[in-house]
């Protein structure tokens, strides 16, 4: 069974930066998309950005600009670094993971970001 590990969330001040890292236990295995979903309480989960192996990416609409998504396929691990953050970024953030071809999903533990003064 691959495992995501995730790293790189905290406590943040409004206009401050973090940088999400997550990464698969076994990098053997072949990945496709591989992206960064989050869920804050009573709200749904909502994709933040996704990235292929190609370096295709797509990001949720109320990131876009401040949030950038890179990937090192040699080390199957996808970073998000989250610039300009606010109070409604508060969530906590799943790594997901496609395995290619077959598309089964995996997800991580989630990691908590918090902003807040």
Known sequence: QVRLVES????????????LSCATSDIA????GMG???QAPGKD????ALTTSH?????????????????D????????QMNNLQPED??????KADRWPDGTPYWGPGTQVTVSS
């Open 36 to 38: 960064w979903f989050r």
């Open 90 to 95: 508060t969530a906590v953030y799943l790594c």
């Open 8 to 19: 790189g969330g905290g406590l943040v001040h409004p206009g401050g930066s973090l940088n």
């Open 29 to 32: 295995v072949s990945i496709g």
């Open 45 to 48: 989960r909502e994709l933040v």
């Open 55 to 71: 370096g295709i990416s797509r990001y949720g609409d109320s990131v876009k600009g401040r949030f950038t998504i890179t990937r």
């Open 73 to 80: 396929n040699a080390k199957n691990t996808v970073y998000l």
